[in-house]
């Protein structure tokens, strides 16, 4: 992906450096509405004006409005203002971008602020002591990739277990630790006659200071507390000079994390033409440390007076020069991007814990307190890939050039808006201290250890604990959604590149994340694993959790807590509902879906009846043309962004997702020929006998709708609702299995479709299936127009056909039950599932007899009858 161009920020980015004045650009147009207290200032001032004469002009024009006497004397509020306490930043440019968003900055000792920003790090205690409506620009923790020898170390641990992941480091040695192993290394060198430079950077030094480098190893010294690296002799050269890339880097949070990198940065170029490095010039550090804190003593130091002059330039600059010279710069951005995620991901651990240390019992669907601004430096060698340098924690916003002022200004502002203070958060925070206050002052006295509690209670207990955990985490998705939302809204010359937007990346992201945990906290890797899947892979959606919410209470409603022994006062339940078998296995692959109650047949298709069906019914039961375009919006395998990209072991990801995409909806075809194929089966009836049976019934609808509602909605519970379900489900589970060849049906997305539309069809009670009797039976539609995954064409008529499978079901079950309850029992099997004399059949196929069963009729054997008469057609068949 392609950096965007930076654009001015005020009229002072738009100024030569010459007429640069650091308080010469407030002007009215700058200042928020709320600060121009009356609308009565003369015309001759909307010029410049300072603040303490607008206010004194508006409080002049009060006092001679209360003087003139008005009706009714109203006292005017003082506006709450943003507060931000800078008393810990030297930086101007801070303090201008504070100003220019319409915060007031406050005095040295006000720790209240909504803002607090410190240039150097602050304690662990007043990160604790910090308000939820508060943020600080550091997190705790951060220290553990910030510094030389802990990066070092963290990123080493992790690429022992992903070599091919983490090797965006030159090869690096811990002193004194790692002396032996790096004289060892110097040795094997010298036998195959090579020679290496190394780099020796002092564990925690900053602005170049203590930087040496060496040609024979055996002279570093072994005591120093240093890291040694491999230096970097074949680096990319611009205009002749070496130079490394800053790049800035905002961690808006650490739970859940959130990544976003800025679009522009610096490249800091040295002030001698570079040489590699040999005996004579090894010392010369001019030429071979791009630090801005050592060049600018140079006297060949040239100040930057655009984006392409200078000895400082724009991002933006080297990324027309790599395209003229035919570089490929989508690839080497997508490489610094995945770098960066990665290093964060190996400290997320530390900073994770450390943040919760500090922070204990806040919600993770809560706004961080924190957030940070880091500095990545990279390297560049002659093949366009980049190297981690190092990482600051506090990067300089010094603006002693235009440039300086152009982009840190943009950084600044950028990062204010994204972390969307509000005033009205802290009143929010007052009410929540509040409500926990009387939470705890009311609390009840504290439970048992539940060896007292009755079967119902641990029951009701367990269901309303499921009830508390889906609506915490339906407020989290809710949050995630509107922080997200916000997000995109406001992103400025940032882009986010964590979370991913790329499915299969974040998969791959979440992967080391879990890996990064087990690694540096084995003892929270199981409870750590499951809310990284849960917080950064969530495969549900919002309708999808107030469906599992909605169940909960209906079970609740409908007597499903009840022990099995004591059944609750409810409508009788059905026991002549033919319930779905056990699978049985088949040698032929066609015939695997042969045993449950839904068939296939091998030559001949269902008739249909056109005429007396409705049109939409027809079209559920239309296969799409082979020809029709697929609209899909949003894919979850799909790649978002045009540009091509390349991942390391040199495979298209554009190829592998259209590979995959086209796979998907290959299968997706194969598995809609499946449900049209498929047909529900009558027991004790052929496959023609079942058809017809459910063409007469929809001929005379209008005659079984009353019927058949009350015994939907009415003579069934939950349970028995939901069986009646179950047998299109688990029929579709099966075709699943062996069409995507899958074990791990749940994860399939097309399947999380059909979840859904089941869960639909369950929805109130029942209601949602039978809606889909009326002329407009398409209301189960709307869970998709809501939803922010898009289906294609494909998937929608293999929902629509599930749909008529789940009405065809409800009618054979209604059909079967109304036989069943209407039939007298006689002695064999074969008796039973002949028509009885006594009763008479219209030309419509339904039973006009209402006599009840005869006493000795035993209700409670309809399933073994059913079982054995399946049992024997199966065994017929093969």
């Known amino acids: 992906m392609t950096l965007r161009q930076s654009t001015s920020l005020s009229s002072l980015s738009s100024l030569s450096r010459d007429n640069y004045s650091p308080n010469s650009h407030y002007t009215r147009n700058n200042l928020l509405p709320g600060q121009w207290k009356s609308r009565s200032i003369d015309r001759n001032m909307e010029g410049d004006l300072p603040e303490d004469n607008i206010q004194r002009h508006s409080s002049q024009s009060n006092k001679n409005k209360s003087e003139r006497g008005s009706g009714n004397k109203k006292k005017t509020k003082k506006k709450h203002l943003i507060t931000a306490n800078l008393s810990g930043t030297r930086y101007e440019v801070v303090r201008q971008m504070v100003e220019k968003l319409g915060y007031s900055v406050s005095k040295e000792d006000d720790w209240g602020a909504y803002l607090i920003w410190n240039d150097s790090f602050v304690s662990f205690d007043r990160i604790s002591d910090l308000k939820s409506y508060q943020r600080m620009n550091h997190f705790p923790g951060m220290g553990e990739i910030t510094r030389k020898d802990s990066l070092a170390r963290n990123i080493l641990r992790l690429q022992k277990v992903f070599p091919n992941e983490y090797d965006f480091i030159p090869k690096t040695w811990i002193l004194p630790s790692d002396y032996n192993l790096l004289l060892g290394h110097a040795r094997e060198l010298k036998s195959k006659k090579k020679q290496r430079t190394f780099i020796v950077k002092p564990s925690n030094g900053a602005q170049g200071h203590g930087i040496s480098l060496y040609r024979n190893a055996e002279k570093i010294m072994q005591s120093e507390h240093t890291i040694v690296q491999e230096y970097i002799d074949k680096p990319l050269l611009l205009d002749g000079f070496k130079f490394d890339l800053r790049v800035y880097v905002l961690v808006t949070s650490c739970d859940p994390l959130?990544?976003?990198?800025?679009?522009?940065?610096?490249?800091?170029?040295?002030?001698?033409?570079?040489?590699?490095?040999?005996?004579s010039n090894v010392g010369r550090?001019?030429?071979?440390?791009?630090?801005?804190?050592?060049?600018?003593?140079?006297?060949?130091?040239?100040k930057s007076m655009g984006v392409d002059t200078g000895s400082k330039r724009s991002i933006q600059y080297l990324n027309e020069y790599l395209r003229r010279n035919h570089h490929d710069v989508n690839k080497l951005w997508t490489d610094i991007s995945e770098m960066i995620v990665k290093t964060m991901i190996a400290a997320e651990p530390h900073v994770l814990h450390a943040y919760r240390m500090c922070r204990p019992g806040q919600s993770t669907a809560g706004d961080s307190v924190c957030f940070e601004i880091l500095g990545f430096d990279f390297m560049v060698d002659r093949k366009c890939r980049p190297w981690l340098i190092e990482i600051n924690r506090s990067p300089s916003f010094g603006t002693d050039e235009k440039i300086d002022y152009d982009i840190k200004s943009a950084l600044v502002e950028d990062t204010l808006k994204l972390l969307n203070i509000k005033i009205s958060d802290k009143r929010r925070n007052l009410a929540n201290q509040k409500a926990e206050a009387q939470k705890r002052l009311f609390r009840t006295t504290k439970k048992g250890d539940g060896s007292d509690m009755t079967e119902l209670q641990r029951?009701?207990?367990?269901i309303a604990k499921k009830k508390e955990e889906l609506k915490e985490q339906l407020n989290k998705v809710r949050k995630a959604t509107t922080r997200e939302d916000y997000e995109n809204r406001n992103l400025g010359r940032f882009r986010r590149i964590f979370p991913s937007d790329d499915r299969l990346r974040q998969e791959r992201y979440c992967n080391l994340?879990?890996?990064?945990?087990?690694?540096?906290?084995?003892?929270?890797?199981?409870?750590?694993?499951?809310?990284?899947?849960?917080?950064?892979?969530?495969?549900?959606?919002?309708e999808d959790i107030l469906d599992q919410i909605e169940q909960c209470e209906a079970d609740e409603k409908d007597g499903r807590l009840f022990p099995s022994h004591r059944p609750p006062r409810a409508p009788k339940p059905l026991t002549s509902m033919p319930e779905n078998l056990p699978t049985v296995s088949n040698d032929d692959e066609d015939d695997s879906d042969d045993d449950s109650i839904i068939?296939?047949?091998?030559s001949r298709s269902r008739p249909q009846s056109s005429h007396h069906r409705s049109n939409s019914e027809k079209t559920q039961n239309?296969?799409?043309?082979?020809?029709?375009?697929?609209?899909?919006?949003?894919?979850?395998?799909?790649?978002?962004?045009?540009?091509?990209?390349?991942?390391?072991?040199?495979l298209d990801e554009n190829v592998l997702s259209n590979i995959v995409r086209d796979k998907e909806d290959e299968l997706t075809r194969k598995t809609l020929t499946a449900l049209n194929e498929m047909r529900i089966k009558f027991p004790g009836k052929s496959d023609s006998e079942a058809d017809n049976l459910l063409d007469r019934l929809h001929e005379n609808m209008k005659f079984h709708k009353p019927r058949i509602a009350n015994y939907w909605l009415v003579k069934l519970d939950s349970i028995k609702r939901r069986k009646v379900i179950d047998i299109v489900r688990s029929n579709v589970r099966a075709v699943l299995q062996r069409i995507w060849k899958c074990s791990d049906i749940d994860s399939l997305r097309i399947y999380r479709i059909f979840s859904r539309v089941f869960n639909r069809l369950l929805w109130s009670h029942g209601q949602g299936l039978w809606n889909c009797f009326a002329s407009i039976g398409n209301t189960w539609e709307t869970i998709f127009s809501k939803s922010s995954d898009s289906i294609n064409e494909y998937e929608l008529y293999c929902c629509r056909r599930i749909v008529q499978l789940c009405k065809d079901c409800l009618l054979i079950v209604y059909q079967f039950a109304t036989e069943a309850k209407s039939a007298p029992q006689s002695n064999s099997d074969t008796e039973q599932d002949s028509q009885p004399p006594n009763l008479q059949r219209n030309g419509y196929g339904y039973v006009t007899s209402r006599d009840k069963p005869p006493a000795s009729w035993n209700p409670q054997t309809f399933s073994q009858r059913y079982s054995k008469l399946y049992q024997n057609k199966v065994e017929g068949m093969t």
């Open 258 to 279: 959130r990544i976003f990198l800025l679009n522009d940065g610096l490249v800091r170029l040295c002030t001698e033409r570079y040489i590699p490095p040999n005996d």
């Open 285 to 302: 550090l001019y030429m071979h440390l791009t630090n801005y804190s050592i060049n600018k003593h140079s006297e060949t130091y040239e």
């Open 459 to 462: 029951k009701q207990q367990n």
């Open 513 to 542: 994340m879990t890996t990064a945990f087990a690694t540096m906290l084995s003892g929270r890797n199981n409870n750590m694993q499951k809310e990284i899947e849960r917080t950064y892979n969530n495969r549900l959606r919002e």
């Open 599 to 602: 068939k296939r047949p091998h």
């Open 622 to 650: 239309q296969r799409p043309g082979s020809n029709t375009s697929l609209q899909r919006s949003r894919s979850l395998t799909r790649v978002v962004g045009n540009n091509k990209t390349t991942s390391r072991n040199g």
